[in-house]
């Protein structure tokens, strides 16, 4: 069923498993929901003291640095209540919104101001550097010009097939650009086996703590970075 609700085509999935979820593009204002649930899951507290605010800060710098080049977004809810959301990016396809660059930059300079903050930060700077090496030793970007950029589902929406259908609807969004690949990064924090099962293949490993160079060696337990890539039409052969 397609209806339309805040000035927002959506769409309202009738499967048993699924009822009453709305599914409906991404919108400046789903920003803060998707924060807070970033935060949740993947929360910064060991790195921040426990500092609530900051780490929703830090959270905030990730989510804008997903979205930045992201030329789709979509969004479950059900009943006003976030479910999850998939960012995309299909290489010479516009982004969604111009203006993530002075909104991080605003981000940065409070987290900067603040001497935990600034270190997070950093780290977190070196991550992306990191994953972005990881693109050049494997040229993924030139195999594969469609990304996923950020997967996120809340817990609430467990049992309800919100991650099934957003997964199968990105991938749809891929086979409409005429995309024969796509690659996503993940982590060893992140259930990969979600990746595993839906027919996608590891195609890069590194653990953060045995490259001392990068200034990753923390003392902390290893966190293994991983690129996936997948074929659309295959990988939507696997969703339920």
Known sequence: MIMEEHGRMEHVEQGDAGIGVVYSPMIWSDVEAITRQFDETWGHYALLGDNQKLSLLLSYHFVLHYIEPATRGEIAHKNGQFMGVVLSRV?????????????????????????????????????FEIERRMERQTGINDKAPAEVELFLVSSASRGQGVGGQLWSRTMEYFE???????????????????????GMKRIAEREEQRHPDDGRDRGMAPTKMFIYAGVPAKVKQTVS
């Open 91 to 127: 290489s010479g396809q516009p982004v969604m919104f111009g203006n993530v660059a002075q909104e991080m930059a605003k981000i940065d300079e409070r987290l900067n101001s603040i001497p935990a903050g600034r270190k997070a930060l950093m780290d977190t700077e070196l991550g």
């Open 176 to 198: 409409r650009a005429h995309e024969p690949m796509f690659y996503l990064h993940t982590d060893s924090d992140c259930d990969v086996s979600f990746y595993d099962r839906h």
